[in-house]
């Protein structure tokens, strides 16, 4: 199995950027797509970001687009998510996932492995 640990998360002020990591370790050969989901106080999880290990191939949601970038660090392992211009619906509890070789990388069943989550909090 893959284990997936979030790190980087915190209280900042809108405007303002993070880094989030996701180290990955364990059986990860299984998979390519990793992938960023944010669940809002009260709200659905929901689809941020995804890159695929392979190629690096970038994708994500309409409301990151521009502002969130999504890298893989393939010898360490890692994957991180910049979030620049943060806005106080970007708060939310971040988990990174480790999906399949194939399929649609914006669905939460697509990821096989979670992360246990880092909260992100944006104040205004």
């Known amino acids: 199995q893959a284990q997936l640990v979030e790190s980087g998360g915190g209280l900042v002020q809108a405007g303002g950027s993070l880094r989030l990591s996701c180290a990955a370790s364990?059986?990860?050969?299984?998979?390519?797509?990793m992938g960023w989901f944010r669940q809002p106080p009260g709200k659905e999880r929901e689809f941020v970001a995804a890159?695929?290990?392979?190629?690096?191939?970038?994708y994500y949601a309409d409301s990151v687009k521009g502002r969130f970038t999504i890298s893989r660090d393939n010898a360490n392992n890692t994957v991180y998510l910049q979030m620049n211009s943060l806005k106080s619906e970007d708060t939310a509890v971040y988990s990174c996932?480790?999906?399949?070789?194939?399929?649609?990388?914006?669905?939460?069943?697509?990821?096989?492995?979670w992360g246990r989550g880092t909260q992100v909090t944006v104040s205004s």
């Open positions: 364990g059986r990860t050969s299984n998979t390519n797509y």
């Open positions: 996932a480790a999906g399949r070789l194939f399929g649609d990388y914006r669905k939460g069943a697509f990821y096989d492995y």
């Open positions: 890159v695929t290990w392979s190629s690096g191939s970038t």
